[in-house]
């Protein structure tokens, strides 16, 4: 069975950083496609960034391009974002989903996390 666990939320000032970690068990980390999503509340989920398998390409919704930086080791089955100058309009929990192609509606992913939640304070 497949699990992943996210870390790393927290809250912050406007302007600062943090870093998501997800780590995922089983050992066919290498075949998944990866994403971020977050959701706000009352509002749907949303995609934030996502990353092919050998990590050759990614992707990032336009609100997060230049600010986020999603990666990803195979070798310790765990996926990263980077998040910087973080906005209030940031603030969500974060969800990590693991899924067999690159596509941006949450509800084609297979796998996913509990979420970690990211707060920044204006």
């Known amino acids: 069975q497949v699990q992943l666990v996210e870390s790393g939320g927290g809250l912050v000032q406007a302007g600062g950083s943090l870093r998501l970690s997800c780590v995922v068990s089983?050992?066919?980390?290498?075949?998944?496609?990866m994403a971020w999503f977050r959701q706000a509340p009352g509002k749907e989920r949303e995609f934030v960034a996502a990353?092919?398998?050998?990590?050759?390409?990614?992707y990032y919704t336009d609100s997060v391009k230049g600010r986020f930086t999603i990666s990803r080791d195979n070798a310790k089955n765990t996926m990263y974002l980077q998040l910087n100058s973080l906005k209030p309009e940031d603030t969500a929990v974060y969800y990590c989903?693991?899924?067999?192609?690159?596509?941006?509606?949450?509800?084609?992913?297979?796998?996913w996390g509990q979420g970690t939640q990211v707060t920044v304070s204006s």
């Open positions: 089983g050992r066919t980390f290498s075949m998944y496609v």
């Open positions: 989903a693991a899924g067999f192609k690159y596509v941006r509606d949450y509800r084609e992913y297979t796998y």
């Open positions: 990353i092919r398998s050998n990590g050759g390409s990614t």
